[in-house]
């Protein structure tokens, strides 16, 4: 294929790309994630509500995948604040556990999001199955962010973060499973580290989270920076 052609093919692919303007609901209920969400939009300028603070309703999310779920929470925050969307559906996946809690994992925390106790269940499902060194405990963290608009138009990207579960949980930052993740070529767990080290984008830092990965592709398909 000659450069010119190559060119018309990159212009194409990007040309099927929807450009974010105006305001963008952050389809979430989860504060610490609307935190984070906000956190990765800033650089880009744009002016964002989430849907709690619009008293939207929690679409019940009946997907069998990260990707599906997410879908689900942008469209129907698109169609129900007539602004475009964003949405995000993350998780945990440990391998010895056959990928458990994966698309379940907020509900393992139950209804008062007790991940305190969701941690402890995993730690001690793990030992029942003998899984006690760090080869044993591999793990991974995966996002699928969702951009929907109200005329129906979808744009999905995702990313992951390998690493290894330790017990017991160390840090108090993030939230959710983040104490007793320790991504690949790190001494510290997530909870240990600050939003700016595993959320900053390039050429800054280096989007270590699985949130952050997914949210690089979203960025150079859909923003553009002010």
Same mark, same amino acid.
């Given at each position: 294929?000659?450069? @010119? *052609?190559?060119?018309? =093919?990159?212009?194409?692919?990007?040309?099927?790309?929807?450009?974010?303007?105006?305001?963008?609901?952050?389809?979430?209920?989860?504060?610490?994630?609307?935190?984070?969400?906000?956190?990765?939009? &800033?650089?880009?300028?744009?002016?964002?509500? $989430?849907?709690?603070?619009?008293?939207? %309703?929690?679409?019940?999310?009946?997907?069998? $995948?990260?990707?599906?779920?997410?879908?689900?929470?942008?469209?129907? /925050?698109? =169609?129900?604040?007539?602004? #475009? #969307?964003?949405? *995000? *559906?993350?998780?945990?996946?440990? /391998? #010895?556990?056959?990928?458990?809690?994966?698309?379940? @994992?907020?509900?393992?925390?139950?209804?008062?999001? +007790?991940?305190? #106790?969701?941690?402890?269940?995993?730690?001690?499902?793990?030992?029942?199955?003998?899984?006690?060194?760090?080869?044993?405990? /591999?793990?991974?963290?995966? &996002? /699928?962010? $969702?951009?929907?608009?109200? +005329?129906?138009?979808?744009?999905?990207?995702?990313?992951?973060?390998?690493?290894?579960?330790?017990? %017991?949980?160390?840090?108090?930052?993030?939230?959710?499973?983040?104490?007793?993740?320790?991504?690949?070529?790190? =001494?510290?767990?997530?909870?240990?580290?600050?939003?700016?080290?595993?959320?900053?984008?390039?050429?800054?830092?280096?989007?270590? =989270?699985?949130?952050?990965?997914?949210?690089?592709?979203?960025?150079?398909? &859909?923003?553009?920076?002010?």
């Amino acid at each position: 294929m000659a450069a @010119s *052609d190559k060119l018309r =093919s990159v212009e194409n692919v990007a040309a099927k790309h929807r450009q974010v303007t105006g305001r963008l609901v952050i389809a979430t209920h989860n504060r610490g994630k609307q935190h984070e969400m906000r956190e990765l939009l &800033c650089p880009f300028g744009i002016e964002t509500v $989430s849907a709690g603070e619009l008293g939207l %309703p929690e679409p019940p999310e009946t997907g069998v $995948s990260f990707r599906e779920n997410a879908r689900i929470k942008a469209t129907s /925050a698109a =169609s129900a604040s007539g602004l #475009a #969307a964003f949405a *995000d *559906d993350s998780g945990l996946e440990v /391998a #010895a556990l056959g990928g458990e809690p994966g698309i379940y @994992s907020a509900r393992w925390a139950g209804p008062n999001k +007790d991940f305190g #106790a969701a941690m402890e269940r995993i730690d001690r499902l793990l030992v029942e199955r003998g899984a006690v060194t760090p080869q044993a405990r /591999a793990a991974r963290f995966v &996002c /699928a962010l $969702s951009l929907a608009w109200p +005329d129906g138009h979808v744009e999905e990207f995702e990313g992951h973060v390998e690493g290894t579960l330790v017990w %017991p949980p160390r840090g108090e930052h993030g939230f959710g499973y983040d104490p007793i993740f320790q991504p690949d070529g790190f =001494s510290r767990t997530f909870g240990e580290m600050r939003s700016e080290e595993k959320h900053s984008l390039p050429p800054r830092g280096r989007a270590l =989270s699985h949130r952050a990965r997914a949210f690089v592709k979203l960025a150079e398909a &859909c923003l553009a920076k002010r």
